[in-house]
């Protein structure tokens, strides 16, 4: 099987079980920056984060190609490729709460930066928002299923990158860059 099928050199794509559609279609682009924030975070994972906060990520990955591949499916129950992330939104939710265990309590705004690793935690977080952004978008037409399971994820999982960008940095010894209002 080739790579490349030239179906989408006029600008539109098939859906998995569905129709094509154009390749700037909602539902593409959300999917798409799903996409987008499972490389980010597989380029966090290569700066070497320890075996605690890979292991997040690496669970959290699958659970971002399972998202992909519903929002990528008109009728994701009939293929059945319904996610069901709500027992996957209170494993990130203990994880912040072990992870906020090491560190010191917030009492102000921080920086994006630090270590490199945190500062690409940091990037996921902000790309993550934007995805939950873009399916609270997509989600609005009437002719989707509903992603409130996944807006819920993406949600949490913004709140676990932030936790473990703070976790990183404690681990290499670097403080969060506080914010100094200019």
Not at 131 to 157: C, G, K, P, Q
């Amino acid at each position: 099987m080739k790579i490349y099928t030239k179906t989408g050199d006029a600008g539109t794509t098939g859906l998995f079980g569905g129709p094509r559609v154009a390749k700037d279609d909602r539902r593409i682009c959300a999917y798409g920056s799903v996409d987008e924030l499972n490389a980010v975070l597989g380029i966090a994972r290569s700066t070497g984060l320890g075996e605690k906060l890979d292991g997040i990520i690496s669970s959290v990955q699958h659970h971002l190609f399972s998202i992909g591949a519903e929002l990528a499916t008109p009728n994701p129950e009939e293929h059945n490729l319904k996610w069901d992330g709500i027992s996957h939104v209170h494993e990130m939710e203990l994880a912040i709460d072990d992870l906020e265990k090491s560190l010191k309590p917030l009492r102000n705004f921080i920086l994006p930066g630090g270590s490199t690793q945190a500062a690409h935690l940091h990037l996921a977080r902000t790309v993550c928002r934007r995805t939950e952004r873009e399916i609270v978008s997509f989600s609005r037409d009437r002719s989707v299923s509903d992603a409130s399971h996944i807006v819920v994820f993406l949600n949490r999982l913004s709140d676990l990158l932030f936790v473990m960008a703070r976790f990183a940095n404690h681990q290499a010894g670097i403080a969060d860059v506080a914010w100094v209002k200019g």
